[in-house]
């Protein structure tokens, strides 16, 4: 039997990533490694997912130089203007969690963020590494990772909205996976996604 949108709309738990989707991290995070390297690195220089490697730095320094952005969270700016209005539109009829990849350490600067950014959401929720999250029980993921994207997307019930980055452009959309180019279209493209199953 085909569910109505209201149906739909009383159904949805949505999973929504934290860095790249609400916090523009590696705006500060280009910051501290350019203070380090004598670089001039934007964050669209970032256009592969493997960003040490555009870096030309180690893995390990580059998580190091994540967390250190969070250790400083009130300078990380939001990914967009008006963010928590645009965010709570979802959650008129969803259930809307954060979920991330952080590491233990940076959980509370993070909530403290999202706190002052007066993002509204359910539940903080954190995973080992952002691939851990596909395994996760949702009706959608938000989400810049094509890592993660490329795993939803070869999950049967795998239904994503790719929060477009410079880090992204490659992936293909498909009928399960949409791309928002900004926060305003992501309420109908999470709708239209999941009437679409």
Known sequence: MNRTRVELR??????????????NTME????????????????????????WETANISKDEFFRA????????????????????KVGKLLDFNTVDIVTGRSPETVTPAKAWLENQG???????RSD?????????????IDDSPEVI???????????????QPWNMEVKETPKIR???????IPELVLRTLEDE
Do not use: Q
């Not at 990914?79 to 209005?85: R, S, V």
């Not at 791309?179 to 279209?185: G, H, L, P």
């Open 150 to 164: 490329s795993a939803l997307a070869s999950k049967p019930n795998g239904h994503a909205v790719l929060y477009t």
């Open 179 to 185: 791309r928002a180019n900004s926060w305003n279209e």
């Open 119 to 125: 993002i509204r959401f359910k539940t903080f929720v």
């Open 66 to 85: 994540l967390d250190e952005a969070w250790f400083n969270w009130p300078t990380i700016p939001p990914t967009e203007e008006k963010l928590a209005e």
């Open 129 to 141: 590494s952002g691939i851990d999250k596909v395994e996760l029980n949702y009706d959608m993921f």
């Open 10 to 23: 009383c159904l949805r738990r949505i999973a929504v990533d934290l860095d790249g989707v609400l916090a």
């Open 28 to 51: 500060s995070c280009c910051k501290i490694i350019n203070s380090r390297h004598s670089t001039h690195f934007t964050v669209p220089s970032f256009n592969r997912w493997k960003a």
